[in-house]
């Protein structure tokens, strides 16, 4: 039995979609926190509070008849040739069935039309009549002040796009519905045969990379760091691999996009240690921190609902932080913070106490990460605002000289995360061994320890541990380039 979602797989790579069914999954931690009561929500905002309620796993062959005895149903599952969906709500009316859906976005998109159009094929296909199409979104400019109001947190629309003259959701669904039955007789086949070869294609990079990239190409690991395939933002290294040049060294000049990193890259692939650095913007910029340096690092949850008053859809809500602070003779101190549920007060009040007053505030990706948070705080709390946009003017994010080529180590293939960066300026560092190896699973540790959990002492720990080698980790970057730059130097005076 194929679920609906495994459509869109197999239409983006039949190889995703045979991986997939054939339990392949990678482990899924949502990156997104969605209160448990979501559904409930949706429920009152429609005065479906009576619903039946579906669930994993139920017998859809009795789906037809639970909607004789129920006006309003829920996650209700439907199944028709090989295929099963699940109708996020769908209420009985005098002419038919007005089926609902969700959106998290504010526009649908082509594939979401496509999406309700196959549903409502399976539903058609079960004998039912559709008499109006709606769209439930979150309305993301919602601010929750006092209590969750849930008629402005829920919009409700029947036009794509909540816009009249682009014509009703029914119409457009049924634009686009087509008969199902050839796609799922290939999928069926392709399920059944062995497994798909790996075919690159735009989705095995898209946005992040696929999760089964590493599986498909695994030859790509034993690619020397010099691989023209590293290339970064190359529409042409595949092409030019299959040409016979090999090395970024031996980039075709007329295929090259000119970025300031590609040079970066062949210069390195030309150099005899596979190092590159712009030497003087390297150093005039490294000069333009102010001692002591505060090397700084934040964790934070995301919320689908605002879960305070203050918030709003899709909200942060900062939870840890750790910092190095290394003053002018290389001493370093190290002050931390990790808070369970709404402690962002206590975050902001620790950072007060334990930055120092003046001294660059050095981050990773600030700009989209540390700085955009501070701002955020100082929106929800104006009484510190001042102090906050202060720390804001002093930050330096240390991943600049990275991503714009102004350093690259073949070393790094194409990549510039600290986690790449950390094991290249000291091999004994890696995340690899650690419980806690990347943001998300941060994130799901602190959700951990927000619920009544016995292993409480293991999880603060642990994310103790792994946010502190995120702020030392830029330490040890930051020694590195100036161990570089250092090096260079004494080569000039030779
Ligand atoms: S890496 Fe590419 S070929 Fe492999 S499953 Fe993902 S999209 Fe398909």
């Not at 102010?290 to 900062?318: A, H, N, Q, R």
């Amino acid at each position: 039995m194929f679920h609906i979602s495994d459509i869109k797989k197999y239409s983006v790579c039949p190889k995703s979609f045979w991986l997939s069914s054939h339990g392949e999954r990678s482990p899924f931690i949502a990156y997104n926190h969605l209160e448990e009561g979501f559904s409930l929500m949706i429920a009152e905002r429609l005065n479906a509070s009576g619903a039946y309620i579906g669930s994993r796993g139920m017998d859809a062959s009795q789906s037809v008849k639970l909607c004789q005895e129920y006006e309003w149903l829920s996650k209700i599952r439907f199944e028709y040739k090989n295929l099963r969906v699940k109708i996020p709500f769908m209420h009985k009316v005098k002419d038919g069935w007005d089926i609902y859906f969700l959106a998290m976005s504010s526009l649908s998109s082509h594939d979401d039309i496509q999406f309700y159009a196959d549903n409502i094929w399976v539903l058609k296909e079960n004998g039912f009549i559709i008499h109006k199409i709606y769209v439930i979104r979150l309305n993301g400019d919602y601010l929750y002040e006092d209590f969750l109001n849930l008629q402005d947190l829920f919009t409700l629309s029947e036009y794509v796009n909540d816009d009249p003259e682009k014509g009703t959701l029914i119409e457009s669904v049924f634009e686009k519905m087509i008969d199902l039955t050839p796609i799922l007789e290939e999928m069926q086949e392709c399920y059944d045969a062995k497994i798909p070869i790996s075919l690159k294609n735009k989705n095995c990079i898209r946005k992040n990379r696929c999760v089964y990239y590493e599986n498909c190409f695994e030859n790509e690991q034993k690619l020397p760091d010099d691989s023209i395939l590293t290339l970064s933002s190359s529409q042409y290294k595949n092409e030019m691999k299959s040409q016979g040049r090999e090395r970024l060294k031996d980039v075709d000049l007329a295929k090259l996009e000119g970025t300031k990193m590609q040079y970066a890259q062949i210069m390195a692939d030309q150099s005899e240690d596979g190092l590159y650095i712009d030497e003087l913007s390297l150093d005039t910029w490294l000069k333009s921190w102010e001692y002591p340096y505060s090397f700084i690092d934040f964790e934070w949850e995301t919320y689908v609902l605002p879960p305070y008053p203050g918030l709003m859809p899709y909200c942060k809500v900062p939870f840890q932080y750790s910092l190095h602070i290394m003053d002018e003779s290389n001493q370093v101190q190290h002050k931390e913070f990790l808070g369970i549920h709404d402690c962002r007060e206590e975050f902001i009040l620790s950072l007060i106490e334990n930055l120092p007053n003046h001294g660059s505030i050095v981050a990773f990706n600030a700009e989209g990460a540390e700085k955009l948070r501070l701002l955020e705080l100082a929106e929800q709390f104006p009484q510190y605002a001042e102090k906050l946009k202060e720390f804001c003017d002093r930050m330096v994010d240390l991943s600049i000289p990275f991503q714009n080529g102004t350093v690259y180590d073949l070393r790094m293939r194409g990549y510039s995360s600290l986690k790449v960066l950390l094991p290249i300026c000291d091999p004994s560092l890696t995340y690899h061994d650690l419980k806690i190896q990347d943001g998300m699973m941060a994130v799901a540790a602190w959700r951990k320890l927000c619920e009544e959990n016995e292993d409480k002492e293991e999880i603060r720990k642990n994310l103790l541990f792994y946010c502190g080698l995120d702020s030392y980790s830029m330490i040890v970057v930051y020694n590195w380039l100036i161990k570089q730059l250092r090096k260079e130097e004494k080569n000039e005076s030779f």
